[in-house]
């Protein structure tokens, strides 16, 4: 398996302006609009950002729990994830080598790092009509993972790159799935993006989809940013996009009713 390379690819760089644009439209508020003591705009902020670290949470068990005893152990785990998440944002690190990812393997799937303590996966394993990298390249494929990382500026492409890359090695015996969103959101919230995930069972399956389908012309053509890759990374742009509008306007409106 050749991982991605960083400089092929190609996507729309409008929505990542209109992101950011949403984003800095949300700060101007919070720090221009505070003209009374009870018009506590960066609460009202920060509580819509809790909500979407709560449904974080939630939708991203519901994703691979078979039943709702499961849903409930991921749910342990991924609020332990979050927990560590948030205190390494504070700390200022941002998700950045090896042995971060190692620790939210360790949080996320607690059963199988005990088996397998801080070791990447030792079997094959195949994911759909996807045959994943046979477990002696992991190693490698991870350093070189990071270094690619490195190389991407923007830190929205660069997130999504990493769920990608991270889903398709699939470098653990257990919880790849959501290890690798959590790893996105980790890198998203770091710099102030919403945090995104899967919201209901259309969207589940059209992620998917635009993923297998990416792995598959990756696998018949590794050095080229076709449209289905192009089509994963455009859908995750759209949830950035939609999470910061929604975001935008919660606080517009509380902004706007406290002005009355």
């Known amino acids: ?73 991921y749910i342990v785990g991924l609020n332990n994830t979050l927990a560590f998440i948030v205190e390494e944002i504070i700390n200022q690190r941002n998700f ?70 991270l889903v398709r090695m699939h470098p653990f015996s257990d919880g790849n799935g959501r ?10 919230m770091y710099d102030l993006f919403p945090p995104i995930f899967i919201k209901n069972k259309e969207e589940k399956k059209l992620y998917i989809f635009s993923l297998n389908n990416s792995f598959e012309a990756l696998r018949n053509n590794p050095h080229q940013f076709s449209d289905a890759t192009k089509l994963f990374f455009q859908l995750e742009l759209d949830r950035i996009l939609k999470n910061s509008q929604d975001v935008y306007k919660s606080v517009f409106n509380v902004g706007l009713s406290s002005n009355k």
């Open 1 to 73: 398996m050749i991982l991605l390379p960083p400089e092929i690819i190609k996507t729309d760089y409008k929505n990542i302006g209109l992101i950011e644009q949403e984003i800095k439209a949300i700060y101007r508020l919070i720090i221009f609009s505070r003209h009374h003591t009870d018009d506590d705009l960066l609460d009202y902020y920060l509580n819509s950002i809790h909500t979407l670290q709560e449904l974080l949470v939630v939708k991203n068990a519901q994703m691979e729990a078979q039943t709702e005893e499961e849903v409930g152990e």
């Open 96 to 165: 950045s080598k090896a042995s971060d990812l190692l620790h939210l393997f360790r949080l996320i799937s607690p059963v199988s790092h005990s088996s397998h303590p801080n070791k990447f996966r030792q079997t094959l394993i195949q994911v759909g009509s996807h045959i994943c990298p046979p477990p002696e390249i992991i190693p490698t494929l991870i350093e070189t993972f990071f270094y690619n990382i490195n190389l991407i500026n923007n830190p929205v492409i660069k997130a999504i790159y990493v769920h990608h890359e």
């Open 179 to 188: 290890i690798g969103r959590m790893a996105k959101n980790w890198m998203l």
